[in-house]
């Protein structure tokens, strides 16, 4: 069965489900529900079949999530012109189709009724939609926020670390234990903590921590935090203490959330994925002091802690491992090169502005690229000091010499072959002339690689989220998709039948959200046990994927994903419905199917 029929089948069946009034009576409040007709043209027009779908009781539709199923397109004919007619019982109110009760049976029990309706809706979603409905999902695919013409691109820049070189997880535990060792050997911490080896799946990207108090939280697009999410140390944190922390509310104040670049004056965020080592380091440290009962100051623990990862990465201890064993850390080089290799031979420029030494990017790139990599770049600028880089309108450039060694003269133009280091974003519009839509930037850091760049001076912008892969596996699961297709379901049936206030009703409503509540932590843990999905709170996209949103114009797990597609392909975002539209569109039913036409051209670099 085909996704298509799959959804249009459920949908149906749902909205049938959906519009059975129960044998009991209603309030004239349920009744005056606000319904809908479609207008075509200053007149009402649909099928039959469609007329039944489109003027049900607001009260008894069903909520069905754009993911899972979606209403299926109205198909009109000539003739179909029919309008809804106000049924006999509903003065007042148009559209509403009712069925009529005359049936000689007893009446069904309240709570059978409710039991009944939920068997029926379980059924439909164990029979119409099969485990595995989503395998089509790819996560080599380019996903897009703002749609995005490649024929109008001609110059592509980029970030070296976690863009052009991706890295193996053996990278964080190094961070990790080199930092722990700062900790204890510079900072005199207790011994004890060396105990603690690095835990590679407790922390996400994306999380934000609460610097006085000591938490490592998870909070979605609209401020608040996500219950069963907040941690101190390695331990969960009950919801009751936390809306004890927090004044009696899961919401965290603007003014205290993380600022422009994900730093708050009492909450920061942590955006970058070599923050994740940091985060887990946090985590263990008060869980040493909390676990052994030592009195100590989260706000100091906090600045050590940060000063700690710091001095491996200022110290250079990060990039003396990367170079001492490329193979080990450096992932997928020869996608990189087919990448560049692929822009270049289409005539398009290409550019490196990264943070990173010139010796570490060269041994790299070197690495996965070639001794002549610099012949793909026209201009090449290292140690660039972004953010900064992108708003600094008073820091030169200046040129290196073979030896990495920087010259004196004043830069009066960026020249191909040459190595430049910081600089400034104004200049480099200046000297070179790229601006604007023309120019697509890739990068892993929303707010260090993108904001600015998006927001200030209207470059398209690329974000690469490695995380993708692992999450779209998980998404493309028959249990993902079984747990998440019924607990919308679920949720549905809370929400139309609420309406029902008697004590039966309202014992089966309390079973009910118990159920919703283990289907929204089993599909949690599905990604992560601690913190989730990165894109995704209970229902709302967390402040992560609102950044995400904000900041890029497309985004993709690699760079190579690139090479899925024509160098003239159009990257069209999905018109997703808002909460007052109805959901027409199929292709809603399955995010990402479809998506990747040329994946056959990765055949050989995989």
């Avoid at 990207?205 to 941690?231: N, W």
């Avoid at 990017?361 to 953010?387: L, N, S, Y």
């Avoid at 089993?522 to 950044?547: D, V």
Wanted: net charge positive; with cysteine; hydrophobic share 35%.
């Amino acid at each position: 069965m085909s996704l298509k029929t799959v959804g249009t089948a459920l949908t149906r069946t749902l909205w049938t489900t959906g519009n059975r009034t129960p044998p009991v009576a209603r309030s004239p409040k349920v009744n005056r529900l606000s319904t809908t007709c479609r207008v075509s043209g200053g007149r009402e027009q649909r099928s039959e079949n469609a007329k039944e779908q489109s003027c049900g009781s607001v009260s008894d539709r069903p909520s069905v999530d754009v993911q899972s199923s979606s209403e299926p397109p109205f198909r009109r004919t000539a003739g179909d012109k029919k309008q809804c007619k106000e049924p006999v019982g509903a003065p007042g109110v148009t559209g509403v189709r009712r069925r009529s009760y005359t049936s000689n049976a007893a009446p069904m029990d309240q709570r059978s009724y409710l039991w009944a309706r939920y068997n029926d809706m379980k059924r439909l979603v164990h029979d119409l939609i099969p485990p595995g409905a989503c395998k089509t999902l790819n996560s080599s695919a380019i996903y897009a926020n703002n749609e995005v013409n490649l024929a109008e691109v001609d110059i592509y820049g980029f970030d070296y670390d976690y863009t052009l070189a991706l890295y193996s997880n053996a990278l964080n535990t190094m961070i990790y234990n080199t930092a722990r060792n700062f900790l204890i050997e510079h900072f005199k911490y207790p011994e004890g903590i060396r105990k603690y080896e690095y835990i590679p799946n407790f922390a996400a990207r994306g999380l934000h921590y609460d610097i006085q108090k000591g938490l490592l939280m998870k909070i979605d697009a609209f401020h608040y935090i996500q219950p069963g999410t907040v941690y101190r140390g390695l331990s969960p944190v009950p919801d009751e203490e936390v809306l004890q922390l927090f004044g009696g509310t899961y919401h965290v104040p603007l003014q205290q959330d993380s600022g422009f670049y994900g730093k708050g004056p009492k909450v920061k965020q942590f955006m970058d994925i070599f923050s994740i080592p940091e985060m887990t380091l946090l985590a263990v440290a008060n869980d040493f002091f909390i676990t052994n009962d030592i009195e100590y100051d989260p706000v100091h623990l906090f600045k050590d802690v940060s000063e700690a990862i710091g001095m491996v990465h200022l110290k250079g201890y990060m990039y003396k491992w990367v170079m001492q064993d490329l193979d080990k850390f450096i992932l997928r080089g020869e996608e990189t090169e087919a990448v560049l290799h692929r822009l270049v031979s289409q005539g398009k420029k290409l550019f490196l502005i990264t943070n990173s030494p010139f010796s570490f990017v060269d041994k790299g790139m070197t690495h996965m690229v070639g001794k002549d990599w610099r012949d793909f770049f026209d201009v090449v600028i290292v140690q660039a000091d972004k953010p900064h880089f992108f708003t600094d309108c008073i820091k030169p450039f200046r040129r290196l010499d073979g030896n990495g060694d920087l010259r004196w003269e004043k830069i009066k133009s960026l020249d191909k072959g040459q190595i430049y280091k910081q600089g400034n974003l104004f200049d480099f519009l200046r000297l070179t002339g790229w601006r604007g839509s023309s120019v697509l930037y890739f990068g892993d850091h929303l707010y260090s690689d993108l904001a600015d760049l998006m927001l200030r001076h209207g470059w398209r912008t690329a974000a690469i989220v490695p995380e993708l892969e692992q999450e779209t596996k998980v998404v493309s699961t028959g249990r993902y998709a079984l747990n998440l297709t019924w607990l919308q379901a679920l949720t549905g049936l809370l929400e139309r039948l609420q309406t029902h206030r008697d004590l039966d009703s309202k014992q089966v409503f309390q079973e009910w959200q118990k159920e919703r509540e283990e289907l929204r932590v089993m599909t949690k843990n599905l990604f992560n046990p601690q913190f989730g999905s990165i894109f995704r709170t209970c229902h709302n996209p967390t402040y992560f994927s609102r950044r995400l949103c904000r900041f890029s114009d497309i985004y993709m797990a690699s760079l190579s994903c690139l090479l899925n597609y024509d160098p003239s392909y159009t990257f069209y975002p999905r018109r997703t419905p808002l909460q007052h539209e109805a959901p027409l569109w199929m292709d809603q039913l399955c995010t990402g199917c479809m998506k990747t036409p040329f994946l056959e051209e990765m055949s050989h670099i995989r």
